[in-house]
């Protein structure tokens, strides 16, 4: 075998392992807030609820600001949307279990989120400039889905 048919081959192999790798997914992550800055969080949600998505699935509840260009999605069929009566009845909830800022990987702001961490994993993942996509899966022994 000739040197060139050599290069040709290890080219071809490169080009070949470059085409299956295919482009990284982008995630987004949960930045753990302050006790001051959740505070702050609650109390503007407190406030303004009229202006939140708010996406119940039992064992995690996204706020999602209507007045923004970014969507969450919530990649799970269980997840319903609180209907007015229900945010006020659930203030008391999410202030006890914490909240975090849904992050993208750029550092902005789609929204809040909070879980119950023993129960579920939860994964952010960047579905384009403007969408993230929530996904839970129960932890073994977790709450029971809806």
């Known amino acids: 075998m000739s040197v060139k048919n050599t290069y040709g081959i290890i ?13 990284p997914q982008q995630s987004g992550s949960f930045k753990t807030n302050s006790q001051d800055e959740q505070k702050v969080i609650i109390q ?39 209907v007015q009566q229900t945010k006020n009845d659930f203030v008391q909830i999410y202030e006890v279990a914490g909240i975090r800022s849904v992050v993208g990987p750029d550092g902005q702001e789609f929204g809040f989120i909070t879980w119950a961490y023993q129960s579920v994993y939860v994964n952010a993942e960047l579905v384009d400039a403007r969408t993230m996509r929530i996904s839970l899966s129960r932890k073994p022994g977790g709450a029971p889905g809806r």
Do not use: H, Q, S, W
């Not at 080219?11 to 470059?18: D, P, Q």
């Not at 998505?53 to 609180?82: H, S």
């Open 44 to 82: 503007k949600i407190k406030a303004n609820m009229a202006d939140y998505d708010i996406i119940d699935c039992r064992a995690l509840t996204v706020f999602d600001p209507k007045n923004d260009d970014k969507t969450i999605e919530v990649g799970d069929p269980r997840c319903r949307p609180f």
């Open 11 to 23: 080219v071809f192999i490169l080009i070949f392992m470059v085409g299956c790798t295919g482009t």
